[in-house]
């Protein structure tokens, strides 16, 4: 399965939300495993697991961008739901282990922040946790206001590319739109719920019957990829913050 969640801004966005909630001190220690990793910021970082799709000595992480899942699933089960070339969940668990050893190399911890920043923002994107029979949606081929794409990249690219403002600037202002509860629900919760949430978003409102998509499906769904946007960056922060908080 092909797949390249939320596009850069889409990531970088996740990335900056999550900087911004990290715990000071944490935020420290995550620059200084972002400057091992020759990375500027977490914003920027959030893209790197798909800058080096084109480097075979990484084709072991190609599955790791996701899970397939079925229509009916009644919750993750590792042995059933988990290949043994891995998945999204497996992955981000992995990664996050990794980040908090302190005994690992750090060369390694960085590189896990890095999966980590990445796998985050994969899972609320709810075609991650699509069908196989059409890899995630990747294989539906449709037509959004005439242009002719598929429905992963429609969720991908298309439809946060509908925010009028830089991927910066819609960052800061999505904080803004994050109250207190949501704040302390969104990060007490684990990545099986996220999956979980992913898995109702992409069967109610990604998937449909119709090929011709335009101003109803993306009024529809642009509540949904904001806030899922917003999801992903406060429990990047909490993943970090639980991986490096002393």
């Known amino acids: 399965m092909e797949v390249f969640a939320w596009g850069e801004d889409g990531h970088r966005v996740v990335g900056e939300i999550a900087w911004q909630y990290l715990d000071p001190e944490v935020r420290e220690e995550v620059q200084a495993l972002l400057q091992i990793a020759g990375e500027p910021s977490l914003a920027e970082a959030t893209t790197w697991a798909d800058r080096i799709r084109s480097n ?9 961008h996701y899970i397939s899942l ?50 985050v923002g994969d899972l609320h994107q709810p075609l991650h946790t699509g069908l196989s029979a059409d890899r995630g949606g990747n294989d539906i081929a449709v037509e959004f206001f005439g242009m002719p794409t598929n429905l992963h990249a429609l969720w991908d690219i298309y439809l946060p590319a ?57 009024l529809r769904n642009r509540g949904i990829v904001a806030q899922r946007l917003r999801q992903g960056g406060v429990r990047l922060a909490a993943v970090i913050d639980r991986a490096l908080a002393d």
């Not at 009028?164 to 207190?180: C, E, K, M, P």
């Not at 302390?184 to 409102?205: C, F, G, I, N, P």
């Open 56 to 64: 075979s000595s990484y084709d072991w992480a190609a599955p790791l």
């Open 70 to 119: 079925p229509i009916q699933w009644d919750g993750y089960r590792e042995s059933r739901d988990c290949p043994a070339a891995g998945c999204i969940l497996k992955a981000i668990a992995h990664f996050e282990a990794v980040l908090s050893d302190r005994d690992a190399p750090q060369a390694e911890r960085a590189e896990a922040l890095l999966f980590v920043a990445h796998f």
């Open 162 to 218: 509908g925010f009028v403002l830089d991927w910066q600037q819609y960052a800061h202002q999505q904080i803004g739109n994050i109250d207190r509860e949501q704040y302390k629900t969104w990060r007490s919760s684990a990545a099986s719920d996220w999956a979980a949430e992913s898995h109702r978003l992409v069967h109610d409102s990604a998937y449909t019957p119709s090929a011709h998509l335009g101003e109803e499906y993306y």
